[in-house]
């Protein structure tokens, strides 16, 4: 998990965008932490690449820029997939362990969603992002129960098992801490934003979804939404969320 990144460019809007901004903002850029990759943050990304060897300078948060740019703090970013969908679970796996990480399987027969939260809680704290990957739609986002096969399949939000385990989930976040839904559809609409209001209010962190269709045939597209997305916030939106954020200590960078 300590190698994982995320992926961010100009036009995203996304509580990770306001994390990168705080450590843009203690390297010295002038800019505000609002979870938006405008101009400025754009700028900022290309003046601190500029600045450290190694780096191309093309404006994009990657695995080089993002290990750089958080330097010594610890963001831990855990993955879980959904495994009921073979291709989705070979490709999507695949891609991740490129990335540098080992995802969290959430399978038939391994007590699905449950038994890959209780592994989580006793390997990981003070969590920054967490991805779940699956098959969704407009408020629903497919994950096992853990019965043993694919009709076992259920939402999180229309299972009373899968909301527990979610709500057990809480504890284990820290002070930057989100979640992304990269399923397809899931923020579309009404029902996704009451699908979104729903799991932020359990969970109070930010909870991002796509908009769009997602189809993660490559790395890029497995670790950042295509398209639009829709972000829901505990006690407000993603501004005030983000000017909530502890800044980070300044330190110097080699």
């Keep these: ?19 990168a901004q705080l450590l843009l903002k203690r390297t010295g850029a002038t800019i505000s932490a609002d979870g938006i990759f405008g101009q400025k943050t754009l700028a900022a990304v290309k003046d601190f690449q500029r600045s ?10 990657g695995k080089y820029t993002w290990t750089r ?17 073979p291709d ?28 890959a939260v209780t592994d989580l809680l006793l390997s990981s704290s003070n969590v920054f992002l967490v991805r779940f990957h699956g098959h969704g739609a407009p408020g629903a986002a497919g994950v096992s129960d853990g019965h043993g096969d694919i009709s076992s399949r259920s939402t999180f939000e229309n299972n009373p098992e899968t909301m527990a385990a979610m709500r ?15 399923h397809c559809q899931t923020g579309r ?35 950042r939404f295509e398209g639009r997305t829709a972000t829901s916030c505990p006690g407000g939106n993603l501004k005030s969320w983000s000017n909530s954020r502890i800044q980070f200590p300044g330190m110097s960078f080699q």
């Design 1 to 19: 998990m300590s190698n994982n990144f995320v992926m961010l460019k100009y036009g995203d809007v996304l509580p990770a965008v306001s994390v």
């Design 52 to 61: 450290h060897s190694g780096l191309g300078v093309d404006g994009i948060i």
């Design 69 to 85: 740019l958080k330097h010594t703090e610890t963001l831990p970013i855990i993955d879980f997939i959904d495994v009921f969908d």
């Design 88 to 115: 989705l679970y070979s490709s999507e796996r695949r891609f991740l362990q490129v990335a540098g990480t080992s995802p969290i399987t959430i399978g038939g027969m391994s007590n699905g969603i449950e038994q």
């Design 168 to 182: 057990r989930l809480k504890p284990l976040f820290g002070k930057y801490g989100c979640v992304q839904f990269m």
């Design 189 to 223: 609409g009404a029902t996704g934003r009451t699908f979104l209001r729903k799991i932020s209010s359990t969970l109070n962190v930010p909870v991002t979804a796509a908009v769009n269709d997602q189809y993660g045939s490559t790395l890029s597209e497995t670790l």
